[in-house]
């Protein structure tokens, strides 16, 4: 089975702290996603990457940064965590054929409900 | 990416047929449609895709119209735990910006009940 770990479930920060989310999967998957969920906004996608050391912005990447240095590995990055900031983080990963361009289905994490007080 | 339309809820009888709907009038040749589900505390997980034909797997049936502007998602035996907001997605193929990326509209809260 795939599997898609995010480091924590609950974590809580004060504002202008410094905030590391932690993503890992076991798939050797091209693409990885980093989402938040805020309740009557759905899912908003942040920032994506396609491939070791490749990123692009989402729809909501003000005040987030990422980093992939290993395919498995996707870190979203706060840099001075804000309260509207607040929010259930989710990491997701897929695979994608590069002949047919069909990406196929993401596999999601978990999530980590994050606090900024 | 096609918008897609579907209720805020519905509820279904345990055991008996769960029959979901999704709008998505404007989708074109080459966008798949996909559900997820996303049942409380957890992110959300992959049911079923197609793309003109009805597709069943393990979990779901997925049965697409003709015209592909809408598609009904099928639980054939539904149990509490398939309480859930479920969610119809349309994506189109990799490349020219749509890497892959999902767009969630609010889905629909489907309340299994004993």
């Known amino acids: 089975d795939v599997k898609v770990t995010q480091s924590s479930r609950y974590l809580v920060k004060r504002t202008g702290e410094k905030v590391f989310l932690e993503c890992v999967q076991d798939?050797?998957?091209?693409?990885m996603f980093w989402y938040r969920q805020d309740p009557g906004l759905g899912l908003r996608l942040i920032y994506f990457s396609y491939d070791v050391k490749m990123k692009e912005k989402g729809d909501i990447p003000e005040g987030y940064s990422v980093s992939r240095e290993k395919k498995e590995r996707f870190s979203l990055i706060l840099e001075s965590a804000s309260t509207n900031q607040t929010s259930m983080y989710l990491c997701a990963s897929s695979s994608w054929d590069r002949g047919t361009l069909m990406t196929y289905e993401q596999y999601f994490g978990p999530g980590t409900r994050l606090t900024v007080t | 990416d096609a918008k897609t339309t579907q209720p805020t809820s519905m509820d279904c009888a345990e055991g008996r047929a769960a029959n979901l709907p999704c709008n998505h009038s404007t989708i074109s040749g080459n966008e798949y449609v996909y559900w997820y589900r996303q049942i409380h505390s957890q992110g959300p997980q992959y049911i079923i895709h197609?793309?003109?034909n009805n597709e069943t797997n393990e979990m779901a049936s997925l049965i697409i119209t003709e015209d592909r502007k809408s598609s009904t998602l099928i639980l054939p035996h539904a149990t509490l735990r398939d309480t859930a907001v479920y969610y119809c997605?349309?994506?189109?193929?990799?490349?020219?910006?749509?890497?892959?990326?999902?767009?969630f509209g609010q889905g629909t809260t489907l309340q299994v009940k004993p």
């Open positions: 197609g793309l003109k």
């Open positions: 997605i349309v994506r189109g193929r990799h490349g020219s910006g749509n890497t892959g990326k999902l767009i």
């Open positions: 798939m050797d998957h091209e693409n």
